[in-house]
């Protein structure tokens, strides 16, 4: 079955860096385009970051855009997320997901990872 199991998360100050790694098996990964989501508590969940199944296009939300990188290693079925300049309201869940193609909605991908916290402090 599949699975993306994520890594890297856990208690930064503010202005610190992050890298997010997700180990993807159980599918083709370089078939699959993949995606960061992250959850806070309260709100729903948020499109931060895809990347196409080849890594020659990216997306991010424009929260993100100068601060956090996301890349792929299709020999290692390996997709990461560096996270530098990191604020308070980065402090979320981070999911990291796939799907057939590139998309920034929740419900359009179709395997999730369990998460991995980022907590962020002032």
């Known amino acids: 079955q599949v699975q993306l199991v994520e890594s890297g998360g856990g208690l930064v100050q503010a202005g610190g860096s992050l890298r997010l790694s997700c180990a993807a098996s159980g599918l083709t990964f370089s078939t699959y385009a993949m995606g960061w989501f992250r959850q806070a508590p309260g709100k729903e969940r948020e499109f931060v970051a895809a990347?196409?199944?080849?890594?020659?296009?990216?997306y991010y939300v424009d929260s993100v855009k100068g601060r956090f990188t996301i890349s792929r290693n299709n020999a290692k079925n390996t997709v990461s997320l560096q996270m530098n300049s990191l604020k308070p309201e980065d402090t979320a869940v981070y999911y990291c997901a796939a799907n057939r193609g590139v998309r920034t909605t929740p419900s359009s991908y179709d395997y999730w990872g369990q998460g991995t916290q980022v907590t962020v402090s002032s």
């Open positions: 990347i196409s199944w080849s890594g020659g296009s990216t």
